[in-house]
């Protein structure tokens, strides 16, 4: 075999970086030293079989031991120098210090500043696990070691899994770093590349230095390599550097900065792929996102993402989430408080990276996947804080700006009246408000195929409609012989909305909620200004609660509601896809939520449509864990007319063009599978499934193993192939992980695919936070 040269640092990254996901960081635990470690004493202490002293030097044969300074030695003969503080031992020796034991055949050693030579040695550190053979060892002091002819590992047993084999090694126990020169790192015994230099950590501490390479294979890009460099510039701010070849693709050159200070975080991401060679162009992406408080009542959002194309994710990314991106935010947020005051100012912007064309309906683009810019959106909450009866006040301006449409300002004022009680078992409240709602439309001209015609011949539109909502619950509870609990939750609202025409208003950042049990009880069916749902109905509910003694653990949830209206629903939403309110209410919804043990949990929910006597949602996820390590998640999912439908077609290998079909609407009926087991005690197999039974195509499939053949190194492969862009067509990528438990960890990530719940809503990628955690609102 020819060895790979490499000039290579590998380094363990603490709080601010990531840190190896498999088996311990710091390799095998090194066996208690043979002989005891004394407690620190500037006095000398020897004790031998036989022992003669001569102008301050004694001889000593015999079991000799020698402590000072927290040190022992002990050998069958020993010369020390008690003026000098030198001890010459031989015919085998042993030497402990804190961190430190080593065996050799003689040494030279000076007590007094812990330096010294051992010749033919044996040593081990016994904070990481490393270990291994030198022919000689030079203590150098405050910490320091230099060894020639040496190897080092942090495997046990007679067969080391790795080990680097130097001419020379420096090991600092200050700084928590090795250097070996002229090395060669062995697999099994077989060499497997060779480096003029490696920096390797003898800690767990953050280092500068190379960070594992990422190592794969996909079908758009094929092989990739990704060496990141990291700079550990100080304990709160660092910065890594990440050049990664694509082999279809070229050279790309990636970065992060990230700060983290007292009332500050932020981090700082880009990416540039010079000349594309699938692509003919250059790319690139940009990350920015803080989080703060300016003053005690002061906090700032801030996030920015934009990338050079609107196929990048799908071209550059293996992640599902990530090619499935269609959004990326750009927006600063500033929240100011006090008590019964909240003011929020934001500037929001997006870049769409999916192109469709104009819908016929030009009121309704709230489906082309093109938010409205809000430049910016002013909001004020205030709230007395007098109790039964509360007076509060909702009010907002914004400025909604998009490309080749109508802009228009809205500003809205709500002034409320609240009163509540609660006395423990029951409760009730009541709330009346009026909303005042007026929209400016303005730049027609450069509005698409749109006239003033579109909003009733209107540029000013105004809305008033009045409010009422009044609730009440009670609370119960029994208990059982043998000490269960059952809870039973009943509770009713009313609500009164008026009804005004609002099929003029543009649709600018409103939508349809997904309807669940706590959102039966809310006061608007839509999310969004645009469209107040007008109401005469009564919501009626409850929830159930099975409650064990020992644990506490609620082992069964169950909850069941429905809205009754007393009139017909005259409002609307163009296009939405909308599913879960009839003529005369709701659809009927159920959930359950069982517990039966601390390692099954199971949760299903139910929305069932009376009028039409189908089940319009119906989403169902079960999970099996154990503390031996096996994990079984099963999930189902089904949602009628979920979305507009919409139709790609391709122009070109390249690019595909995305159209909405007017009044038709997508159903989604999907199945998942994950599953994690340990096979023996050292491979796990892991994989997921997420099958598309509306579309008839697999979603994700990824198959793999882990294996853990000792403590101190560890390996996953998987294969995983997904829907890589909106036509459905399919990718495959191949990963490969590494771990050389106190060295450092090679590979891509394999875990988080299996996980993370089988349906996780959750955006993996970066995301500003949605809510300004550091600052409560009263």
Not at 32 to 57: C, G, K, M, R
Request: net charge negative.
């Amino acid at each position: 075999m020819t060895p790979l040269v490499l000039g290579v640092s590998i380094v363990c990254v603490g709080a601010l970086a990531a840190k190896p996901s498999i088996a311990a960081e710091m390799g095998c635990a090194v066996d208690t030293p043979p002989i005891a470690l004394p407690e620190p004493s500037a006095d000398s202490t020897l004790v031998a079989d036989q022992a003669s002293l001569q102008d301050e030097v004694a001889e000593a044969t015999g079991n000799v031991r020698l402590e000072r300074n927290g040190q022992a030695l002990e050998a069958p003969f020993v010369r020390y120098d008690r003026k000098s503080g030198r001890a010459q031992a031989r015919d085998g020796l042993q030497y402990y210090r804190p961190g430190v034991f080593l065996t050799a055949d003689s040494g030279d050693v000076l007590v007094n500043d812990e330096t010294g030579e051992f010749n033919q040695a044996n040593y081990s550190i016994l904070t990481n696990g490393g270990r291994g053979q030198a022919a000689t060892v030079n203590a150098l002091g405050a910490g320091r070691f230099e060894l020639t002819d040496a190897n080092y590992t942090t495997c046990d047993g007679e067969t080391k899994a790795w080990l680097l084999s130097a001419n020379r090694i420096e090991l600092d126990r200050t700084s928590g770093r090795g250097e070996a020169f002229d090395t060669v790192m062995r697999f099994y015994g077989v060499p497997v590349f060779y480096s003029p230099y490696l920096n390797f950590p003898i800690d767990n501490r953050r280092h500068s230095g190379v960070l594992p390479p990422t190592i794969g294979s996909t079908s758009d890009s094929g092989f990739e390599l990704a060496v990141p460099y990291y700079f550990n510039l100080a304990p709160n701010y660092d910065a890594t550097v990440v050049p990664r070849v694509l082999g279809k693709r070229g050279l790309q050159l990636g970065g992060q900065l990230r700060y983290l200070y007292a009332h500050h975080r932020g981090e700082f991401d880009g990416e540039y792929l010079p000349s594309d060679n699938e692509y003919d162009d250059d790319r690139a992406l940009f990350h920015f996102e803080h989080i703060g408080q300016l003053t005690p009542h002061l906090g700032i959002e801030a996030n920015y993402t934009r990338v050079s194309d609107d196929q990048y994710f799908e071209d550059l990314s293996n992640d599902l989430a990530g090619t499935s991106t269609s959004q990326l935010e750009q927006a600063v947020r500033l929240t100011a408080v006090d008590t019964g005051l909240r003011f929020t100012l934001l500037a929001q912007d997006f870049q769409t990276l999916d192109d469709y064309d104009e819908d016929n309906d030009n009121l309704d683009r709230a489906f082309s996947n093109e938010p409205y810019k809000r430049m910016p959106q002013a909001r004020l909450e205030m709230l007395t804080p007098s109790t039964p009866v509360r007076a509060g006040l909702d009010a907002e301006f914004s400025n909604f700006q998009r490309d080749d449409d109508i802009d228009a300002y809205r500003a809205e004022a709500r002034p409320r009246l609240l009163w509540g009680v609660d006395r423990g078992g029951w409760y009730a409240n009541s709330e009346a408000s009026y909303r005042v709602t007026r929209y400016q439309l303005r730049n027609f001209d450069n509005a698409n195929n749109f006239s003033p015609a579109d909003t009733g011949g209107d540029d000013v539109i105004t809305r008033d409609i009045p409010q009422f909502t009044f609730g009440s619950g009670l609370r119960f509870a029994r208990s059982f012989n043998d000490g269960w609990v059952q809870t039973l939750e009943p509770r009713a609202q009313y609500l009164y909305t008026g009804y005004e025409d609002q099929s003029d208003i543009p649709i600018l950042d409103s939508g349809v909620a997904d309807l669940h049990f706590d959102r039966l009880f809310s006061d608007n069916r839509f999310v969004g200004s645009d469209r107040i749902g007008d109401a005469n109905q009564l919501t009626l509910g409850v929830s159930s609660r099975f409650i064990e003694p020992q644990s506490g653990r609620t082992v069964a949830k169950v909850d069941f509601g429905r809205v009754t209206g007393f009139r017909d629903l005259r409002v609307n939403m163009p296009a939405s896809g909308e599913v879960g309110y009839g003529d005369r209410g709701s659809d009927y919804v159920a959930g359950l939520e069982l517990r039966p043990t601390e390692h099954i949990t199971a949760r299903t929910t139910v929305q069932y449509d009376p009028d039409d006597s189908r089940v319009n949602r119906a989403t169902a996820t079960a999970s099996y864990r154990t503390d031996a390590g096996y994990q079984l998640d099963l999930g189902y999912r089904r949602y009628n007319d979920y979305r507009p439908l919409r139709e790609v077609d391709r122009i070109d290998d390249d690019t595909t063009r995305t159209t909405l079909v007017s009044g038709a609407y997508e159903d989604l009926e999907q199945t998942a599978v994950g599953l994690r087991a340990p096979v023996t005690e050292n491979l796990d197999v892991l994989g997921r499934w997420n099958y598309s039974l509306e579309e008839s195509q697999n979603v994700e499939t990824l198959a793999g193993f882990e294996y853990r053949p000792s403590c101190c190194w560890a390996g996953r492969v998987a294969w995983r192939r997904y829907v890589a862009n909106n036509d459905g067509s399919m990718d495959t990528a191949i990963m490969f992980q590494f771990v050389l438990n106190g060295l450092g960890q090679f590979g891509d990530t394999v875990q988080s695919f299996v996980d993370d719940d089988v349906y996780d809503d959750n955006d993996r990628g970066r995301s500003s936070s949605s809510s300004f955690d550091t600052i409560r609102f009263p």
